[in-house]
């Protein structure tokens, strides 16, 4: 038994050291293998060159999102401080310092928004489409036989327009116009209906999908709550 261990090791030593001996057939310089090279750009630079034409396009997208959360967060806190709902999670203070913070935060997210249009390389939109509602000719609308041009667009026109409204109002006034603060604070729903219809028919990632049914959601939500804040002004 013993002689044959000592015979198996024999044999797996010499199989090995045949092994470890054989060396790899160099390549000869006149091997007939060419590499070579694929003329154009390489992969880093067309990712490098597409992000640089395609950042204005993410910017918006970007914006626009955020100003559409902040707009419905906006709106219910807003309700919520009139109804009480919103003192039951937050200080008066913090609540009030939070619903302007977004109002902020929506106003800015707005102008970039728009402003970054100008730079799309995919839109073609100047200066004056973006403050004068119905000059644009992008992605112009028929109603019912009738053409009612961009009118997607001239919403959203629109509710930049509705917005610097009550953003000035509440910046200046709040306290020394009271009235006037309560009545332009009432155009935030008229300005959310603007974007809603805005952004359902023009947001490129609210063509379909999930994007689009929490988008209606949304919608929905901020729907009942101004009706029930407009049943409470008037029953309370």
């Known amino acids: 038994m013993r002689k044959k261990i000592l015979l198996a090791i024999f044999i797996s030593a010499i199989s090995f050291g045949a092994f470890a001996t054989v060396q790899p057939a160099p390549v000869s310089a006149n091997s ?26 993410y910017v918006v997208r970007a914006s626009g999102f955020i100003a ?3 707009l419905i967060i906006l709106i219910l806190s807003g309700i919520g401080q009139v109804s009480g709902y919103t003192y039951r999670f937050l ?9 302007r913070a977004l109002g902020i935060a929506f106003s ?37 036989g009738m ?22 109002v509440s910046l200046l006034w709040v ?23 805005h952004a359902l028919y023009l947001g490129s990632d609210l063509a379909d999908g999930l994007l689009r049914l929490a988008w209606i959601a949304g919608g929905i939500v ?15």
Not at 177 to 192: D, E, F, G
């Open 32 to 57: 007939d293998v060419v590499v070579q090279a694929i003329p154009g750009p390489s992969l880093t630079e067309r990712l490098v060159t597409r992000a640089k034409s395609s950042w204005p396009w």
């Open 68 to 70: 559409a959360a902040s």
């Open 91 to 99: 200080e008066p203070l913090t609540a009030w310092a939070t619903h």
């Open 108 to 144: 800015v997210s707005v102008l970039i928004h728009m402003f970054g249009l100008l730079f799309d390389n995919f839109t073609s939109f100047h200066i004056l489409d973006l403050f004068i509602p119905w000059l644009s000719n992008y992605k112009t609308v028929t109603l019912f």
């Open 147 to 168: 053409d009612v041009g961009s009118i997607y667009i001239a919403l959203g026109v629109l509710a930049f327009y509705l917005t610097a409204i009550v953003v000035i």
């Open 175 to 197: 306290e020394k116009k009271p009235r006037l603060w309560k009545w332009t604070h009432l155009l935030s729903y008229l300005i959310m209906i603007f974007v809603f219809i």
């Open 222 to 236: 901020v729907a009942f709550g101004i009706v029930y804040r407009l049943w409470r002004a008037k029953t309370v």
